[in-house]
């Protein structure tokens, strides 16, 4: 059974730091590019970031340069690093399997809370 675990969320001021967690059970983390979503309320879940088995990264325009996705492939974790955090980065942070029809997944951790203050 699929398991993903997001921890690390929290309260922090603009332009401050944050850095996310994602244990993922080994079936689904070891075959699979992952990837970072996030859901604002009243907001559409929207795509993050996504790294490949072998360290590829991609980013959303609006969080690149400021966040940064990497995996330990031995933990089966994924992290994501986040800086210069602004209040519309506000939302709650989930990690799945990257695919462009994640809207349609259906199985998500319980998710992380991010609030940025301004």
């Known amino acids: 059974q699929v398991q993903l675990v997001e921890s690390g969320g929290g309260l922090v001021q603009a332009v401050g730091s944050l850095r996310l967690s994602c244990a993922a059970s080994g079936s689904t983390f070891s075959s699979n590019a992952m990837g970072w979503y996030r859901q604002s309320p009243g907001k559409q879940r929207e795509w993050v970031a996504a790294?490949?088995?072998?360290?590829?990264?991609n980013y959303a325009d609006y969080v690149k340069s400021r966040f940064t996705i990497s995996r330990d492939n031995a933990k089966n974790t994924v992290y994501l690093q986040m800086s210069g955090l602004k209040p519309e980065d506000t939302a709650v942070y989930y990690c799945?399997?990257?695919?462009?029809?994640?809207?349609?997944?259906?199985?998500w951790g319980q998710g992380t809370q991010v609030t940025v203050s301004s």
């Open positions: 790294i490949t088995n072998g360290g590829r990264t």
């Open positions: 799945n399997i990257d695919g462009p029809d994640f809207l349609e997944y259906d199985y």
